[in-house]
Nanobody, 126 residues
Framework: QVQLVESGGGLVQAGGSLRLSCAASGRTFSIYAMAWFRQAPGKEREFVAAINWSGSNTDSADSVKGRFTISRDNVKKTVYLGMNSLKPEDTALYYC???????????????????WGQGTQVTVSS
């Protein structure tokens, strides 16, 4: 079955940077879109960024545009989220997700993605 394992979270000061990784296993990686979501305490899970199966198209939330970058390495079966200029409001549990639709596009909807990792915590101090 599909397994997604996130890593790279931690505690960082405002203005700092982190790079999250999500390693996938259990099926062919290169033909499926990947995405990052986040969830802060007491809030709904929200879309952060997504990348299509080939890496030719990406999408990101307005709140992270210009600061976060999603990328993928299909050889390493890993998707990354580079995060710069971090703010305290970026504090959340960050989840990696993927879909069962091969060669498809991306979506900002939680319901589009059937497989989820366990999350990695990002905490930004002011």
């Amino acid at each position: 079955q599909v397994q997604l394992v996130e890593s790279g979270g931690g505690l960082v000061q405002a203005g700092g940077s982190l790079r999250l990784s999500c390693a996938a296993s259990g099926r062919t990686f290169s033909i499926y879109a990947m995405a990052w979501f986040r969830q802060a305490p007491g809030k709904e899970r929200e879309f952060v960024a997504a990348i299509n199966w080939s890496g030719s198209n990406t999408d990101s939330a307005d709140s992270v545009k210009g600061r976060f970058t999603i990328s993928r390495d299909n050889v390493k079966k890993t998707v990354y989220l580079g995060m710069n200029s971090l703010k305290p409001e970026d504090t959340a549990l960050y989840y990696c997700a993927t879909t069962s639709r091969a060669y498809g596009g991306t979506s900002t909807s939680v319901n589009f993605y059937e497989y989820w990792g366990q999350g990695t915590q990002v905490t930004v101090s002011s």
